[in-house]
């Protein structure tokens, strides 16, 4: 157990084994909000289910220790390395997307961590917490909390740009979390940079459906507003 805590692969592994179930998580949440464009009683029956029942209470708890054990790890690691190569930074003459995105690791999860703080306010807060406090102004029903952020102009740029660096964390995010946790031979080593891209793209695209939709929609129906 002492190496999980005290060398640099063992913090790597931590960081591998929460960003996968946090990889998990996004997949559940995307394929939710799907269902959404298809049949908001669905989707409300879906968000009641997931409400402040214990068991919703629970994994939201596992999921909060899991997005903190991974930006905590991720401060951590990122200062090590800092310290290790001194002025010299990620050492990569490739130019790749990956790359890049290899090299802003920590900013991309920055950018991503203040876009929760954002998406926590306008729905979280306003549903689970509200009904956890037994505030009348609770929300049991997602749907039209979705469909009214996105007439708002402002908040639809917002969600685009945070999904777009949730896709370049993710595409290195998902090859290096394989490579951490062994599937890193020669044969495998561009098979998994490509599921990588496929997977963040997955996540991405799926998760802009709900902005893009729900926007075009209120552009036809002129009920859409810039704030
Ligand atoms: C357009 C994209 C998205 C929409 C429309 C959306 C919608 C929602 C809604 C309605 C809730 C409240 C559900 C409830 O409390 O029952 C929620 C919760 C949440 N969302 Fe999103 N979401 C989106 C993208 C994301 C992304 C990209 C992330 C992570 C990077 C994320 C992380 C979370 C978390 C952590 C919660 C709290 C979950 C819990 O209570 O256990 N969401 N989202």
Known sequence: MYWLFNSSIGRKFIMSITGTCLVLFLLFHMTMNLVLV????????????LGANWYAVVATLALAGGFAIHILYG????????????????????????????KNMYVLGLLIFLGLVVHLCNF???MQFAELIHSPDAIAAGSGLVIELFSKGIYVVIYLAWLWTLWFHLTHGVWSAFQTLGWNNKTWYKRVHFIAYIVATIIALGFAVCPIYFSAV??????MTLF
């Open 218 to 223: 209120h552009l036809c129906n002129g009920t």
């Open 38 to 49: 298809f049949s908001t009683e669905a989707y409300d029956m879906i968000c009641e289910f």
């Open 75 to 102: 401060t951590w690691l990122t200062l090590q390395n800092k310290w290790a190569r001194g002025a010299e930074g990620y050492s990569s003459g490739n130019k790749t997307p990956t790359e890049w995105a290899a």
């Open 124 to 126: 979280w807060y306003k």
